[in-house]
């Protein structure tokens, strides 16, 4: 008797061991690929597989990170971004950003209470952007590199120039040679996501390489007026330049990104252009043409009274300036002034009372002429 209970108790243990371990065979998650490298900005897709014994039913599945067991369409940072496609394994996110980069794991719940499982490994995200890296060549040339930070998977690469595509070039590497037709800013991207680019650099016919945000690569010239008698010409580029020089010439005049004139004349007259340079080679805006033909603000404008008739009296207000100016008559009354006549003369008649001053101007600048109190026909 006591065998025949040993005997069953052994067959029992046996048949308890023989199904905990086909148990632990048929649970498990396996992620293909096991890692992915994707655009910042693009949407990504990851996978898996799941397995459980039979005989039971999956009641909950979803995806988490950081060993929190949350799913991530609950979790703020992925809110909107995040859909179960198909399938609950197969998760996509869209609108990628850094903070993405992280190791996602797959969890499914079933109606056994102790029916729960999750894939250890996880699958792991990189999220990169595109970036172009310059390198010299033999013969003063350059080669440009379209790269990322980790290994996209089979890309094909879109060169871009003054935004346009560059027929013919599909790799990671553009090479450009000492060419003026080459110059242009250039851009990469990756086919399927035209939309996301690198940042560019610009290159000049001399190759200086720099980074601007789109456009090429232009050094400009403007000039504005300052005070009385001088102008102040600025030199500018659309690029970032890095710790650039910049000498002015009719000859050369001096150097610093903005050259000042002082007492102007038409001896200043002629066509001026700048250059900027740094460790990378130079670049000269176009010339631009100053004309000096005494152009100024008004000065303060003088006043002059003449009699009239039946007691009026005539305000002549002159101000030397060029171009002419325009005038205006106003009226003060205690500490605000209003419009009281256009035009260089005011006739007042007898009677007539108040304050009155004008403003010559045009469009460099304009000035007041001082008060004059008129009272019944007595200034």
Partial sequence: MFVDRLSALTVLTVILCISGYLGEQHWGVTYTPDSVCALEGSSVDLSCSYKHPGGLTVTESFWFINEQHVDLQNDDQYKGRVQYNQTPCRMRITDLKASDAQTYKFRFITNDPDGKYFGRSGVRLSVTGLKIEVLNTQGGGKQLICSSTCTLT????????????????????????????????????VKEHEEIRSAA?????????????????????????????????????????????????????????????????????????????NQLGQHSSAPARLDVFCKYPPRPPSLSEFNGFNGSITLVCVSDSNPASSYTWFRKTGSSSEPFRNGSNLTLAAGTAGVFYCLAENQ????????????????
């Avoid at 090479?175 to 851009?187: E, I, M, P, Q």
């Avoid at 290159?203 to 300052?226: F, N």
């Avoid at 460099?364 to 200034?379: A, I, P």
């Fill in 364 to 379: 460099y600048g304009s000035s007041n002429s001082s008060e004059w109190q008129f009272t019944s026909g007595v200034l």
């Fill in 201 to 277: 650099v610009c290159k000049t016919s001399l190759y200086t390489a720099l980074t601007l945000l789109s456009s090429h690569c232009q050094i400009l010239l403007d000039y504005t007026h300052t005070k009385e008698g001088g102008k102040l010409l600025n030199c500018s580029s659309t690029c970032t330049l890095t710790n650039p020089t910049y000498i002015w010439s009719v000859e050369t005049l001096g150097t610093g990104q903005n050259y000042s004139i002082t007492n102007i004349s038409s001896q200043h007259s002629g066509l001026y252009y700048c250059t900027a340079l």
């Fill in 154 to 189: 089979n890309p094909t690469y879109i060169w871009y120039r003054n935004e346009q595509p560059v027929s013919e070039q599909n790799r990671a590497v553009l090479y450009l040679r000492d060419r003026t037709v080459d110059a242009g800013s250039y851009s990469c991207a």
